[in-house]
């Protein structure tokens, strides 16, 4: 790989540890906070005789909260390629709008022309659908 390349990719590996980092305290504080409302109700339960099960609440509106960020982290990653594939394409776009403004104003002639490249078109076949990852 060349080192554009190499930055690209240790820039997303480091992007994905901080999702992984950042999921792992979510279940710390989640089981932490979860083990502090147990044992308000279990206090409340035992001295004011009021067994309603309210912990449950938060226990499962908050795991609900975790399992949308476990997803997020762990889940398949079709919106960062489909991203990808917009911004290459809106690259290219880009540069072919800066060729074809730079042909008008007279900034490239018609020797210089033929040192630049054009965007490529893809036109190879599409891709058959992605599973998810694991």
């Known amino acids: 790989m ?8 240790r820039r997303e590996a480091e992007r994905r540890a901080d999702m992984i980092v950042g999921l792992r305290e979510h279940v710390v504080i989640y089981v932490v906070g979860m083990l502090i409302i147990l044992g ?8 004011f005789r009021n067994y ?3 912990f449950l609440f938060p226990m499962f509106g908050w795991g609900f909260a975790l399992l949308f960020h476990a997803r997020s982290v762990y ?12 911004v290459q394409r809106e690259m290219e776009r880009l540069k072919a709008e800066s060729i074809e403004m730079a042909k008008r104003t007279g900034e490239i002639g018609p020797e210089e022309l033929w040192s630049v490249e054009p965007p490529a ?6 891709s ?5 990852e694991e």
């Open 52 to 54: 309603f099960p309210w």
């Open 75 to 86: 889940g398949p990653r079709r919106k960062s390629r489909g991203r990808e594939n917009l």
């Open 2 to 9: 060349s080192e554009p390349e190499d930055r690209e990719v």
């Open 40 to 47: 308000v109700w279990i206090y409340v339960a035992h001295h």
């Open 121 to 126: 078109l893809d036109r190879s076949e599409p």
């Open 128 to 132: 058959p659908p992605h599973e998810a």
